[in-house]
């Protein structure tokens, strides 16, 4: 098993800047399949981006060229960058990481763009 952890949300004005940490309790994200999600209010978990254990990152195309999905091995974490962010970006952003078949989830971090 393993316990995934969210971090860095928060309040931010459009066109600002987050980072989100997804810190795992053990080594995992060097074999897992990284991830990150985010759901609306009212609306369907949607994939932002991923991140292989290659290294080959994929967005989806409404945040391409502004958000940037990255990994650090030696302390277990995943990130998502998040740039130039708009109001309909706010969300409940969740990280997930995939080893083998097991998906393994954590509780979701809130970020929320107004002015």
């Known amino acids: 098993q393993v316990q995934l952890v969210e971090s860095g949300g928060g309040l931010v004005h459009p066109g600002g800047s987050l980072r989100l940490s997804c810190a795992a309790s053990?080594?995992?994200?060097?074999?897992?399949?990284g991830a990150w999600y985010r759901q609306a209010p009212g609306k369907q978990r949607e994939l932002v981006a991923t991140?292989?254990?290659?290294?080959?990152?994929n967005y989806d195309d409404f945040v391409k060229g502004r958000f940037t999905i990255s990994r650090d091995n030696t302390k277990n974490t995943l990130y998502l960058q998040m740039n130039s962010l708009k109001p309909e970006d706010t969300a409940v952003y969740y990280c997930?990481?995939?080893?083998?078949?097991?998906?393994?989830w954590g509780q979701g971090t809130q970020v929320t763009v107004s002015s």
């Open positions: 997930k990481g995939r080893l083998l078949l097991d998906d393994y």
């Open positions: 053990r080594s995992f994200f060097a074999l897992a399949t």
């Open positions: 991140l292989t254990i290659g290294g080959s990152a």
